[in-house]
């Protein structure tokens, strides 16, 4: 029987990065979603016709969807007001860039991400959170919808 090879393709997952950028002193979230996935996501979340790689609004729709299912919230679950600031196809991955200025003070991150695991029960969802201590790592995955990380206090 040949269901492992079939459902390899069936993987739902995508990538996330939160950046701590001291350059900019934002934090920059850059979302990487397979763009097999986000076509077969634009044809349900909207209709048939949508069309990811071709049609920019589809583009823009898709991009918003995906901003607005993930969340920031500081120690004290004050929601950090995230800005979408673009979006882009490249190879096989659509991207979807949000923003936000860093916190004076941030002892930790609580962090919800749900796009897709709406259509796709199985989708799962990891965040690399760098620029902010050691590389830490949060995966969405089945029923989990908050997430945190802590950052060490410089003393």
């Known amino acids: 029987m040949t269901t492992g090879i079939a459902s390899a393709h069936q993987i739902k997952a995508a990538i996330s990065t939160v950046l701590f950028n001291p350059r900019t ?10 763009l097999h996935d986000a076509e077969h ?7 048939k016709q949508s069309d990811i790689l071709k049609d920019a609004q589809t583009q823009q729709r898709f991009a918003e969807y995906a901003a607005q299912r993930f969340s920031l919230f500081d120690s004290k679950d004050q929601s950090l007001a995230l800005k979408l600031v673009g979006f882009e196809v490249e190879g096989k991955h659509f991207w979807v860039y949000q923003e936000t200025e860093q916190p004076p003070s941030l002892e930790g991150l609580r962090v919800r991400h749900d796009a897709l695991r ?16 050691e590389l830490q790592t949060l995966e969405f995955r089945d029923n989990v919808e908050l997430l945190k990380v802590s950052f060490e206090q410089a003393h």
């Open 118 to 133: 709406d259509l796709w029960p199985a989708q799962i969802n990891t965040i690399n959170v760098e620029g902010k201590g």
């Open 41 to 47: 996501a634009v044809k349900t979340l909207f209709d």
């Open 25 to 34: 002193e934002n934090i920059e979230i850059m979302h990487r979603f397979n």
